[in-house]
């Protein structure tokens, strides 16, 4: 078996216009597709990051909250790589985003953060 590659990663947020503006206006992805399914009263928003297809982001009617951060079943957190850590931190905090301090990979010695989107996923930027 041979896998190309991450195709796309699921989210599903409890208020959907906060998320699309935090994914699209502030980390800066690109809409690629929008679209409302009548059937499960919910939108599905496909997002690029520079032109690959990387986030599927789902509203639906009262979805059970996360349980706990970041240490619940399932995925732990998004990672994002960056080159300068401290120009997407000045990003982040003028839209008011709370960043964590940033800490020292103890392995590859590469320093990352973390913040959380409006559902309290947890999302590290990674210094390339």
Known sequence: MKINKIHHIAIICSDYEKSKHFYTHILGLKVIREVYRENR??????LALNHDYVIELFSFPNPP?????????????????????????????SFGVE??????????????????????????????
């Open 65 to 93: 909250p996360r349980t706990s951060r970041p240490e619940a079943t399932g995925l732990r957190h998004l990672a994002f790589e960056v080159e300068d850590l401290e120009t997407v931190i000045s990003h982040l905090k």
């Open 41 to 46: 009263q919910s939108y599905k928003l496909d």
């Open 99 to 128: 960043v964590e301090p940033i800490r020292i990979d103890e392995f590859t010695q590469k320093r990352f953060t973390f913040i959380a989107d409006p559902d309290q996923l947890p999302i590290e930027f990674y210094e390339a």
